[in-house]
């Protein structure tokens, strides 16, 4: 299951932040990280992806966003959540497992996101509550996307010790 480990996070980060999860699968495609490679890693689209990913979390506290549980915000989000979750998938993960096992991190991330988060921003704890989710998001997608490298080398070396014996 550790290969799987890095589809359930970036699936999970999906849930929370989606664009926080498409700008850190910019950055695992131009750092070769990425199974997928369809991704854009180009400056430009990471760029793109990272703007989109800070305006995100803006209007997300804004009081005219839309809830993240209403049905086209989640299909996205599974979507993104699958693509994700085969794009970071460890060595020998088999892709269907792995976009599956994304769709559920994506699924865990918009309720529990939403839970600890609650529903509005109008106190200062609920700005406080929607900045640690936005951290958290940024935080989680940067750790598994220098994990792949980390996952690739422990299943590397595993491998190696099988073909030695």
């Not at 085969?86 to 865990?108: C, D, E, H, N, Y």
């Not at 996101?113 to 529903?119: D, I, L, V």
Request: glycine letters at 14%; charged letters at 20%; aromatic letters at 6%.
């Amino acid at each position: 299951m550790q290969r799987y480990r890095t589809s359930f996070g970036i699936g999970f980060v999906t849930g929370m932040r989606s664009m926080t999860a498409c700008a850190a699968l910019s950055f695992a495609a131009a750092e070769g990280r990425s199974r997928v490679r369809w991704i854009p890693g180009s400056p430009e689209a990471r760029s793109f992806a990272s703007a989109m990913a800070l305006a995100e979390m803006a209007g997300d506290k804004m009081p005219f966003a839309p809830d993240r549980r209403i049905l086209p915000s989640v299909a996205v989000r599974l979507a993104l959540g699958a693509v994700g979750g085969v794009a970071l998938a460890g060595r020998g993960a088999s892709p269907v497992t792995a976009g599956l096992i994304g769709m559920a991190g994506a699924i865990a991330g918009t309720l529990i996101g939403r839970k600890a988060r609650g529903g509005t921003t109008r106190s200062a704890s609920d700005w406080g509550r929607a900045l640690t989710e936005d951290a958290v998001a940024a935080g989680l997608a940067t750790a598994l996307v220098r994990d792949v490298d980390r996952l690739e080398s422990v299943e590397g070396a595993h491998d190696r010790s099988y073909a030695r014996g």
